[in-house]
């Protein structure tokens, strides 16, 4: 039996457990806001892995190590940035958030929550804000996909299509049918998955090269400007570098597919416990994805392996191939598709739900029933589907290209409305909207002016700097309307700070 025909084996068994586990999330859910928001039922340990790996895709395992293989370890202040940025996701925004969307007329998707926090009847910030997300994540699914089509090449030989075809295939049918909880669930084994293999894999390689008495080799191999977190000589451009790395951490704050795992916990208080895990998680992962590049230098060298800018992010599954009996190996390999399938998931639901509950369904007249909106969700997720799949038949688009695209967009659309819907009373919709089509154009033009500067953080600034301005211009005190959003953010404030019991306490 050959080693593709092993690793295909532990491939299928992966695939069988996952659409067991969409399928058991389809009997668990009865309506459509089941389907977007899991009825709030999420404990925290699940919200916590499912906000986690449905973050990090086959962007950490794929894209950062690959990036730290060519670059060395000044790439790791993205990893820094981003576990502080988590942290204070968790610790800031879910607690607050989680109250406040129910406070906010039970609010299921973050765009509803914008246009109800700011009580705007016009339904324009709620619709601007689902083509916001529409656009993004179309983008950041079709990312996954390029991801699977990469990865079935580079694992098993195959043609790119086909790998994209199937890894995406099996992702839309267990999302189409297991809705959010599906998405949860197989999250958190997926979750799991890309945790142990992080870890395992950078101890094997060092065990391995140690054993091999060429453990002198992970220094010589190893150039000095690969071993320093400033790159080697410290100047402007190197500096520059090392803040648009850093400042991916301020994308946590609009990214709809992980805050909305704070809406669906079951309580306000649940966050703290979520956040512990959460981050135990992450850091754990992220370390390892770290080490793995790096070591990945040495170790390949060793091996007579070189990989290049396009191969680069192949270097986790280099090592695995090499490391592990093939069966171990292919459970690897399902860890980077465990990966690539938990965002695109949790991305296609967030999508869904923006097509039809925050577009869609402010045209009907009528009230949709329990049933009927259940197989709308369903039909956008399908839609969203076919369009990613077709961006996604360019096989030469970059992973961590496409994925830091999107991950702008929403921290400078998303990310100070949020903050200010949370923590300032005097947030109004203009101000909202304003913020959000300056944020989405900043993201689209700023990389044109080639400043070398990530644009979240010039879109994040100028996003809040317009919300605040925009909305003191058309702040409108004493009003009834204004009246009820004071003492929606009082209530609220008080729930998360005191806690709510929890459903089954």
């Known amino acids: ?127 601007v804000a689902g083509l916001v997300i529409l656009v993004f994540f179309t983008l950041y699914v079709s990312s996954g996909m ?61 065990i391995a090269v140690v054993n091999a008495g060429e453990a002198s080799d992970i220094v010589n191999n190893i150039t000095p400007e690969q071993a320093s977190f400033f ?63 790096f070591i990945g230098i040495t170790y390949l060298q060793t091996q007579g392996i070189v990989l290049d800018d396009v191969s680069a992010e192949t270097v986790v599954l280099e090592m695995a191939k090499l490391l592990f009996h093939p069966f171990i190996a292919g459970l690897v390999l ?36 329990a049933k009927a909106g259940l197989w709308l969700g369903r039909a956008g997720v399908l839609l969203v589907s076919v369009i990613a799949v077709l961006l996604a038949l360019d096989d ?9 695209f999107a991950w702008a967009g929403f921290g400078a659309a998303f990310g100070p409305i949020v903050l200010l819907s949370l923590f300032w009373r005097k947030l109004t919709s203009w101000g909202a909207i304003a913020a959000m089509v300056v944020g989405s154009v900043t993201v689209f033009t700023w990389p044109l002016l080639e400043t070398g500067l990530y644009e979240i953080l010039p879109g994040f600034v100028f996003a809040l700097v317009v919300a605040i301005v925009v909305s003191l211009a058309t702040y409108k005190p004493g009003t009834k309307d204004d009246d009820e959003i004071q003492k929606e953010f009082t209530d609220t404030g008080a729930i998360a700070i005191q806690g709510a019991p929890s459903k089954d306490a």
């Open 146 to 206: 390029v991801v699977g089509g990469k990865f079935f090449v580079s694992s098993f030989g195959g043609e790119y299509l086909a790998g994209m075809l199937l890894i995406g295939g099996i992702t839309i049918l267990y999302s189409l049918f297991g809705g959010f909880l599906g998405a949860s669930f197989t999250d958190v084994v997926q979750g799991v998955m890309m945790m142990l293999a992080l870890v395992a894999i950078p101890i094997m390689a060092f």
């Open 231 to 293: 790159g080697g000589e410290i100047s402007g451009p190197t500096i520059l570098a090392i803040v648009s790395a850093f400042v991916w951490g301020l994308g946590y704050f609009g990214q709809p597919h992980i805050i909305v795992r704070f809406m669906a916990l079951r309580s306000a208080h649940e966050a703290k416990v979520a956040r512990r895990i959460g981050i135990g998680w992450m850091a754990l992962s992220l370390l390892g994805a770290v080490i793995s590049g």
């Open 334 to 369: 399902s860890a980077v598709v465990a990966a690539i399938m938990s965002t695109i998931s949790s991305q296609l639901i967030v999508s869904s739900s923006a097509l039809v509950d925050d577009i869609a369904k402010i045209f009907f007249k009528k009230q949709l029933s």
């Open 396 to 404: 030469e688009s970059s992973i961590l290209g496409l994925v830091s």
């Open 1 to 127: 039996m050959t080693d593709i025909t092993i690793y295909l084996i532990a491939l299928g068994v992966y695939f069988a457990a996952m659409i067991a586990i969409g399928f058991y999330g389809y009997s668990q859910t009865k309506s459509g806001e089941d389907y977007v928001l899991g009825g709030r039922s999420l404990p925290a340990p699940v919200a916590a892995l499912s906000a986690g790996a449905s973050d990090m895709s086959g962007w950490m395992m794929m894209g950062l190590p690959g990036a730290i293989y060519l670059s060395g370890l000044i790439e790791a202040w993205m990893a820094i940035g981003l576990t502080l940025g988590a942290y204070l996701n968790w610790k800031l925004v879910a607690p607050r958030l989680r109250a406040y969307t129910e406070v906010a007329k039970n609010a299921v998707t973050v765009p509803t929550f914008f246009e109800n926090r700011t009580h705007d009847k016009t339904h324009i910030l709620r619709i």
